[in-house]
């Protein structure tokens, strides 16, 4: 009796340590020394995804060593978010297409998805669904997203429609809704135009949230300041999504 009473308490000491084996991993890059709006919402990223990888049981690393961006490490996270930021290196790009061919789980917010002629990286472009950065609003304000796909697992539970909290909003020309493979989840809606008073968007369809069907990956366009995480809705978007990106490869 004894012997088994200490087998219940050695097991009930050793099972905390074995509910808390991480079920996946996620590495996020970010840069603490771009542009002051852009490093603030990566922090705030940092500490939202941080609470929720305590949450659902998942371990959350952030770094920002892009010389940590090879094919061996990657290989070991279930997901990468880019904060804001993105490879440096040629080896680093390359690194991150091999992961990507391979299964790996992308999501990339706001300066992230940045590209204009002077990228250079064809391969992103079309990872991206081929959009292109055109312009963007400015100052930052708050906007009316509207959901395209209510059934999508990245948006489900959202509302028709919300007000995402004050943001630089891009313009993407093309559009990657042109592109068959995109399928976009949230868009501008058309209520918000005139939108900025510095830069302005006038109209066009403007997706915000996206996802190129031939990768496991989700674009979002917030990522711009210290408010993006102040709005329940929208930080219930941000947790689905990450958790449908980390779904196991089949
Ligand atoms: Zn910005």
Not at 2 to 13: S, T
Not at 15 to 43: C, G, K
Not at 162 to 186: A, C, D, G, T
Not at 228 to 242: C, E, G, K, M, R
Request: glycine share 6%; net charge negative.
């Amino acid at each position: 009796m004894k012997r088994f009473l200490l087998a219940v308490i050695a097991l009930w000491v050793a099972l905390p340590a074995w509910a808390q084996q991480p079920t996946f991993r996620v590495l996020a890059f970010y840069s603490d020394t771009a542009e002051r709006d852009h490093v603030d919402f990566a922090r705030d990223a940092i500490r939202f995804y941080s609470d929720l990888a305590e949450r659902e049981h998942f371990s959350f690393t952030a770094t920002t060593h892009w010389e940590d961006c090879t094919a061996e490490n990657l290989a070991q996270y279930r997901v990468v978010l880019w904060l804001n930021d993105l490879p440096h290196t040629a080896e680093q790009r390359t690194a991150f297409e091999q992961y990507m061919a391979h299964g790996g789980g992308w999501l990339g917010f706001h300066a992230a998805g940045y590209n204009d002629e002077s990228t250079q990286w064809p391969w992103f472009v079309d990872f991206l669904g081929g959009a292109v950065f055109y312009g963007n609003s400015w100052p930052p304000l708050p906007a009316t997203l509207t959901l395209d796909d209510p059934a999508h697992p990245g948006v489900r539970g959202l509302p028709a429609s919300f007000v995402s909290p004050p943001n630089e909003w891009y313009i993407w020309k093309p559009s990657p809704r042109r592109n068959k493979n995109v399928h976009v989840l949230l868009t501008l809606s058309p209520s918000n135009y005139p939108l900025g008073l510095k830069d302005v968007i006038y109209g066009g369809d403007l997706p915000v949230v996206w996802t190129n069907t031939r990768y496991r990956m989700i674009y979002m366009n917030m990522g711009h300041g210290d408010r993006i995480f102040t709005d329940p809705t929208q930080n219930q978007l941000f947790a689905n999504s990450l958790l449908w990106l980390s779904r196991p490869k089949k």
